[in-house]
């Protein structure tokens, strides 16, 4: 019967039919966007006033054992090897989590101004359409009558007009002023 049970729980026949769902390797799978926030973190933390009191504290608490603390519970004893051990072992992980956060920033910055650029050839297309538009107004105005072009229009005529009543005034004596009134008469 134990026979029996261990034939119906590995059936070989059926899993080497089927491909396996999984190469089993020695690789981390590790989130890269999760690695990489972590990382900026910890650099941020490294580079804090907190982390530098931190360590100040630490550091001195460490000498301040070592140097004045019972001589059969000094833990370091061989002139702060055990300290200096500990300070390299600490900058060995800082440092690649600090190039890891500065990668990051520098793809931020890549893609950032990527964006920048396509914004202002956005821009400067938008400029150099109305620039032509503009352009083609100022054109198509050239045969357009201005305001200020009716205005000297508008003058002209209206000296032209005084000119004339004028000369009406001077033909027909003083009799009035308006040709208008005369005609009327």
Do not use: C
């Not at 026979?3 to 690789?27: A, I, M, V, Y």
């Amino acid at each position: 019967m134990a026979n029996k049970k261990n034939t119906s729980t590995f059936n070989s026949s059926s899993r080497l039919s089927q491909p396996s769902d999984r190469r089993r390797s020695l690789k981390l799978s590790v989130d890269q966007e999760q690695a990489g926030k972590m990382s900026e973190g910890i650099a941020r933390f490294l580079g804090s006033w907190r982390f530098i009191g931190y360590m100040t504290l630490f550091i001195f608490a460490w000498i301040a054992w070592n140097v004045w603390g019972p001589a059969n519970f000094r833990f370091d004893e061989w002139q702060f090897i055990g300290l200096t051990l500990l300070l390299s072992l600490q900058a060995s992980y800082a440092a690649p989590l600090i190039l890891l956060a500065a990668n990051r920033q520098a793809d931020r910055d890549r893609v950032q101004y990527a964006e920048d650029r396509a914004r202002n050839d956005r821009i400067m297309a938008d400029v150099e359409y109305l620039t032509r538009e503009v352009a083609a107004l100022r054109i198509a105005l050239g045969d357009v009558a201005t305001r200020d072009y009716m205005r000297s229009e508008l003058r002209e005529l209206n000296s032209h007009l005084e000119r004339l009543t004028a000369d009406l005034d001077d033909e027909s004596g003083e009799e009035a002023s308006d040709p208008l009134l005369n005609d009327e008469k």
